[in-house]
């Protein structure tokens, strides 16, 4: 089953930090282009950032624009999701999503994807 596995969620103070991670079992990773998207209870996925598949083009939500960091390894074999400064707001399940890609492209639009995590929970308290 190829499939993303996140971790590193949880729960924080609002203005704490959180890295979340992204690697995939069963894909050569470094092929794919990854997002992150996170869904609120009773509100749509939304995008949150994406990296093209060689991590040298990254796009964020305007949310989320200066206080998240999208990157990945050397290796391309795990991405991070860096998240600084974090809001109530925030608090959300998490996703990452993988998709066969070429260099240079990033996506933002979640049906786009061919892969996704299990999703990992991330509350921020005020």
């Known amino acids: 089953q190829v499939q993303p596995v996140e971790s590193g969620g949880g729960s924080v103070q609002a203005g704490g930090s959180l890295r979340l991670s992204c690697a995939a079992s069963?894909?050569?990773?470094?092929?794919?282009?990854v997002g992150w998207f996170r869904q609120a209870p009773g509100q749509d996925r939304e995008f949150v950032a994406a990296?093209?598949?060689?991590?040298?083009?990254?796009r964020y939500a305007d949310s989320v624009k200066g206080r998240f960091s999208i990157s990945r390894t050397d290796a391309k074999d795990t991405v991070y999701l860096q998240m600084n400064s974090l809001k109530p707001e925030d608090t959300a399940v998490y996703y990452c999503?993988?998709?066969?890609?070429?260099?240079?492209?990033?996506?933002?639009?979640?049906?786009?994807?061919?892969?996704w995590g299990q999703g990992t929970q991330v509350t921020v308290s005020s």
């Open positions: 990296t093209s598949r060689s991590g040298d083009r990254v």
């Open positions: 069963g894909l050569t990773f470094s092929r794919y282009g």
């Open positions: 999503a993988a998709r066969l890609s070429v260099p240079g492209v990033v996506t933002t639009t979640a049906p786009t994807y061919d892969y």
